[in-house]
């Protein structure tokens, strides 16, 4: 006799059942799930929108429903929780985090202001809440150039991201004060990567991020944010891109143009943290509707305030 017998396994279900419970579940919470260009095939497969920084905050200010999944790291979450807060936000992969964005405080933030107060402070979306909160406006690697040429200042406070402040001073009369913060991932790059693979490729346009270094930089055709190197190479004339950014865009271009051969700068272009969301974690984080991201007043509304400015432009 079995009596009230059952049996548990710890074993995941397959693959496509997953798929299959976490659709019924996102509808069951009233959820969007969004997901930056970096994130894991299966993850961008599920997600209602895959897209660049700028395009994701734009989702997840407009965002409807009640819960936004963010499958990304945690300051993209953070900026989704300040723009709609009255959803719940969830990081499915709670400790996923962007190291660029850590090496700047708040602290430093006032201490910079201290030390050039008729600075504007322009802060990439790779920052915490607490050093939005501190800066006058926001800016993506999309719109960075513009960012800069929209504020009155001569003088401006560049944070965290040295590459990307070299680059917007390639573009403006302004004086780019940048903090030497740097992106591990496109940092590594170097002249001897580009030279290896255009010799390898010779046909192909070079298409970088603009975190990467300079000597990087002046070697490229074209310098884009994610999802503008998406529109180049599946919009442009030529058959072949050397792609000079995080390797997981190369399965989105895959995706979207599979008649265009795309190429990856360098293999070892890896972000460890963007590739920690599995499809067992958004599931799990959907059911029991954590790990939820909250920013707390005043730091949301200041750091708002720095993100609409930067939407308005
Ligand atoms: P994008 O805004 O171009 O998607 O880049 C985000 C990022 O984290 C780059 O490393
Ligand atoms: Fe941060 Fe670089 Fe990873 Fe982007 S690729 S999230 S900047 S560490």
Aim: glycine share 4%; charged share 25%.
């Amino acid at each position: 006799m079995q009596g009230n017998h059952k049996v548990v396994t710890a074993l995941p279900p397959d693959t496509a059942d997953l798929r299959e419970r976490i659709l019924d579940l996102k509808e069951t919470r009233d959820a969007i799930i969004l997901a930056h260009n970096y994130q894991p095939g299966e993850i961008q497969d599920l997600a209602d929108f895959v897209g660049d920084s700028l395009e994701l905050s734009r989702s997840a200010a407009r965002a409807e429903g009640r819960v936004i999944v963010f499958c990304g790291v945690d300051f993209m979450a953070e900026t989704a929780a300040i723009l709609s807060p009255h959803k719940t936000v969830l990081l499915p992969a709670g400790d996923a985090c962007c190291p660029m964005a850590a090496m700047i405080t708040a602290e430093d933030v006032r201490m910079l202001r201290g030390r050039h107060p008729d600075a504007a402070v322009v802060a990439y979306v790779n920052t915490s809440a607490v050093v939005k909160a501190e800066s006058d406006i926001c800016c993506t690697s999309a719109n960075a150039v513009r960012v800069v040429n929209s504020v009155s200042e001569d003088q401006v406070l560049f944070l965290p991201d040295r590459n990307l402040g070299l680059y917007v001073a390639r573009f403006t009369e302004k004086e780019i004060l940048s903090w030497d913060g740097y992106c591990y991932v496109h940092d590594q790059y170097t002249r001897e990567d580009v030279i290896a693979a255009q010799q390898q490729h010779p046909e192909a346009e070079l298409l970088v991020h603009p975190e990467c270094r300079p000597e990087v930089i002046d070697l490229a055709d074209h310098v884009y944010s994610t999802s503008g190197m998406i529109r180049q190479a599946c919009g442009g004339k030529n058959k072949e891109y050397i792609i000079g950014t995080e390797v997981g865009l190369l399965y989105r271009l895959r995706k979207l143009c599979p008649e265009k051969q795309c190429y990856s700068l360098s293999a070892r272009a890896v972000c460890a943290n963007m590739k920690k969301t599995t499809l067992d974690m958004l599931y799990r984080s959907l059911q029991s509707l954590s790990p939820r991201v909250t920013v707390g007043e005043p730091t949301a509304s200041r750091a708002r305030a720095a993100i609409e400015r930067m939407l308005a432009i």
